[in-house]
Each structure stands twice: as C-alpha cells, then as structure tokens.
C-alpha cells in the first residue's frame, strides 16, 4: 500500500502558486519523498525530492516539515499546463519501488 | 522522455493470444521497472530488476512474466492474455542509490478483447 495519503483535487488560478499537500507519517529516517506528476495518459514526469531539507529546482519547491510526517509541493506560479495528477511517493529502499496511491488532480484555471 | 522507449506503443489483442512488450533504455540504469495503469488509478508494479539477468515480484505479478537478458532491455510478456489485463502499461528506469530518481516511457496502451 502507498505511505501516502493526498487530497484527490485541488483547484488553482493560474499565475498563483499551487500548494499540493502530503502526509506521509510512517516514513523511515532514510526513506526518500518524491513527487511526479501525469498529463492526461503520458508516462510520469518527475518534479522534485527530498530527504529532509527543502529542496528547489527549476519546476517546483519542496518543504519538507521538521519532523518528515509531511511535505508540500510548491508550484510558485501555476500555468494551465501544470494541470494534471500529482502523485507524492515515499521510495521504498528494496528495489527502489515507487509505490503510487491515487495522487492530486490539480486543475489551474484561467 | 528521451531515453527510455517501449514498444509497441498500441496493440490489440484477443483472449488467449501472447505478446511481449518491450523497454529499451540508453540511461545505462541498472534498476527498471513494469507498471500497469487502469482508468482513474495510479500506477501498480508488475516487477521489476535491479540489474541483469534478476528480476523480482511486484504488486501484480499473476499474469505477467519478464526478462532482463541484457542491461538495456526489459521484456514483459502475457503467456494468455485475458481481458483483465487491458491496461496502459508503463516501463520506468532508475539507478540503484535513493536518490536517483526514476525516468518512465511513453506507455503502451493494450486492449485484449
């Protein structure tokens, strides 16, 4: 089962920044948070992850919460192509399997 | 997703018929991975193999057997393909430390009729 759990949607106007929340309470110290997202049926598409630090690169921000039982995916500046499903995932450490729960479908709307 | 490709991208099948679908990287990735998508749902692991000639059991496995003869390629094959397994299928590579995030195909979209 996913260690996960997300809001099934979220709506977003376009030019603000999307805050896509995560919980993930049962993570292990040395388990990673990754975040992909899919536009319509195209294969993922990863965005970001972390460990315990917040992370930024060119598509999005990570906040990791002190204690890692939750992070929020920032987009800064939301455009109409950044609706899809967004899927928050704790990387399991066998295999490096990314075990997917049922993600965000972040609408950004004019 | 430059660097990973499955083919084919589109196939039709009927009840009891075999196929192999394919997923070749260029990443040099030891770790790749079978996922099946279904309408509405998130992705579920087939298998997988964290290098060559190795491969494991994921979430839903019953149906489906692989291969990893070589490092860049990754067979999935259905022995009797069964309506139940229409699906998007998706092959995804990754390297072997936590941090190395993985990098998916294109999908094949199966229907068995």
């Known amino acids: 089962d996913a260690k996960t759990t997300q809001p099934p949607s979220m709506d977003c106007a376009e030019g603000r920044a999307a805050n896509l929340p995560c919980n993930h309470s049962?993570?292990?110290?040395?388990?990673?948070v990754y975040w992909y997202r899919q536009i319509h049926s195209q294969g993922p598409q990863y965005i970001i992850h972390?460990?315990?630090n917040n992370e930024t690169n060119e598509m999005a921000s990570l906040i990791i919460t002190e204690d890692r039982k939750s992070s929020t995916l920032i987009l800064p500046h939301a455009t109409l192509r950044d609706t899809a499903v967004y899927y928050c995932?704790?990387?399991?450490?066998?295999?490096?399997?990314?075990?997917f729960g049922q993600g965000t479908e972040l609408s950004v709307k004019p | 997703n430059a660097g990973v490709t499955q083919t084919p991208k589109f196939r039709v099948l009927k009840t009891g018929q075999s196929m192999t679908l394919l997923c070749a990287q260029d990443m040099n990735h030891e770790y790749m991975y079978w996922y099946r998508q279904d309408p509405g749902m998130g992705l579920r692991l087939i298998h997988y193999?964290?290098?060559?000639?190795?491969?494991a059991k994921g979430e839903v496995p019953d149906g489906y057997n692989v291969s990893r003869l070589k490092k860049q390629n990754f067979l999935l094959g259905l022995e009797s393909a069964a309506p139940s397994q229409t699906s998007v299928y998706f092959c995804a590579v990754g390297g072997i430390y936590s941090n190395q995030p993985q990098h998916f195909g294109d999908g094949t979209r199966l229907s068995i009729l």
């Open positions: 995932i704790v990387r399991d450490n066998q295999g490096g399997k990314l075990i």
């Open positions: 049962t993570i292990s110290g040395n388990e990673y």
């Open positions: 193999s964290v290098g060559e000639g190795t491969t």
């Open positions: 972390g460990l315990k």
